[in-house]
């Protein structure tokens, strides 16, 4: 699976961002899809993830109410919507896929990655 991220940028805080990530290559709706993010200075870290059918979702507690990840399996596409930004939610944010359950990609991190896009929230 290749996997495509785009629509991050710089926003204000309180801003909303919407990421996409499209994917490539092998049949997308085998695979659970989620957002990782890297500060600088930090480790990667989970954010959220979703199941082959958008079923089941998990995030972390520092985006849970803001954030929304959806995906759309005829477009072979899935959706980080952000809302309520926050400075600290400044990273660069990478989509992953993993086959099997979304939980597996939420413990274990992405078989595949996306390149990564920034964004960024001012104060």
């Known amino acids: 699976v290749q996997l495509q991220a785009s629509g991050g940028g710089l926003v204000q805080a309180g801003g909303s961002l919407r990421l996409s990530c499209a994917a490539s290559?092998?049949?997308?709706?085998?695979?659970?899809m989620g957002w990782f993010r890297q500060a600088p200075g930090k480790q990667r870290e989970f954010v959220t993830a979703?199941?082959?059918?958008?079923?089941?979702?998990y995030y972390s507690d520092s985006v849970k109410g803001r954030f929304t990840i959806s995906r759309d399996n005829a477009k072979n596409t899935v959706y980080l919507q952000m809302n309520s930004l926050k400075p600290e939610d400044t990273a660069v944010y990478y989509c992953?896929?993993?086959?099997?359950?979304?939980?597996?990609?939420?413990?274990?991190?992405?078989?595949?990655w996306g390149q990564g896009t920034q964004v960024t929230v001012s104060s």
């Open positions: 290559g092998r049949t997308f709706s085998n695979y659970a």
């Open positions: 979703i199941s082959w059918s958008g079923g089941t979702t």
């Open positions: 992953a896929g993993k086959g099997g359950v979304a939980a597996g990609l939420k413990s274990s991190g992405g078989d595949y």
